[in-house]
């Protein structure tokens, strides 16, 4: 039985590298998860099959982020949801060069970040071809959905900031065995020395020769020094919901994950901020522009490794 380095051993680039199609089962899943897989490699086609939904749905930004994946890796994505009244609890992968079999895994890790990073979990190497078996098993049933179906939306979970709470438990990928107050820290968007940030944070592309609406959200030193684990580690894709409903993919980039980024687009941050703030898209953002909105902060609630609710509402 294997306890140790579970990523390596199940995602390394050996194996990712050389297989054509990765099959998996698995209770719970997160899109930032699916995306890193994705990113990793540039032929990999990834067959998922979400087994719990039933029990516990899926969370909304998990639900558009694996209808985004499906658009934009097109042949390389498939994403099916298991909707039997039994739910199926599996954690199971099996790696494929065409036919070739090349690699099985089993055990209680899910397909999320919590399953191969944050938690404590196990897996045996298995017959892979037993494993393409059961998913073709499970994804054949006349009730397993693809996720763009209408069918798919009926399973779908709201993530509010005052549900947050409520909706953890089903959230957090399986880990029933936890503490379910909601964790949550606000980050500053100001400097810690005061004033404004003139050449970073919201003003990061207020430069010569950069998109002016460039911006990310810079995350103070204090935070990660009173809880190392609240954000992810640098690189590691994971989802942002706004409390309006908008939904970012985001790493913790720059030295000391100091910060917030969507790198596939530095200034899609810059523009939302811009919108909310009522201030013109590349126009440099004030302190006062700040402080005629309400905030000069926003909170972020932890759903999990995978999932974050930002919330830039005025505070009451």
Not at 107 to 124: K, L, M, P, Q, Y
Request: hydrophobic content about 35%; charged content about 25%; aromatic content about 12%.
């Amino acid at each position: 039985m294997l306890t140790e380095n579970l990523y390596d051993i199940v995602f390394g680039d050996s194996i990712v590298k050389s297989s054509s199609t990765l099959y998996c089962v698995s209770g719970f899943a997160s899109a930032a998860f699916a995306k890193h897989i994705l990113e990793t490699s540039s032929k990999l086609n990834v067959q998922l099959l979400v087994g719990m939904v039933t029990r516990s749905g899926v969370a909304e930004p998990d639900h558009r982020g694996f209808i985004d994946l499906s658009d934009r890796f097109k042949e390389r994505f498939e994403c099916r949801y298991f909707l039997d009244a039994t739910p199926c609890h599996a954690k199971c992968y099996a790696y494929f060069d065409g036919a070739t079999s090349r690699a099985g895994f089993a055990g209680s890790a899910n397909f999320t970040w919590g399953g191969f990073r944050d938690n404590r979990e196990c897996i045996v190497e298995c017959d892979p071809l037993a494993i393409r078996r059961y998913h073709a098993l499970l994804a054949q049933n006349i009730r397993s959905v693809e996720c763009r179906s209408e069918k798919a939306q009926e399973y779908v979970t709201k993530v509010t900031r005052d549900q947050v709470a409520i909706n953890r438990a089903r959230l957090d990928h399986g880990i029933a065995d936890r503490d379910d107050s909601v964790q949550q820290v606000k980050v500053s968007l100001l400097p810690t020395r005061g004033g404004m940030h003139w050449h970073s944070g919201l003003n990061w592309g207020q430069r010569p020769g950069r998109d002016p609406d460039q911006a990310y959200i810079p995350v103070q030193a204090s935070i990660h020094k009173a809880d190392p684990y609240f954000f992810p580690p640098r690189s590691h894709w994971f989802l942002v919901q706004t409390d309006d409903g908008e939904i970012f993919w985001c790493t913790m980039a720059q030295d000391n994950r100091k910060g917030i980024h969507t790198p596939e687009n530095n200034s899609i941050l810059g523009k939302y901020f811009r919108k909310r703030l009522g201030v013109t898209s590349g126009a440099p953002v004030t302190l006062a522009d700040l402080k005629r909105y309400g905030r000069t902060d926003v909170t972020f609630y932890k759903i999990d490794g995978d999932l974050y609710l930002m919330d830039f509402g005025h505070e009451s």
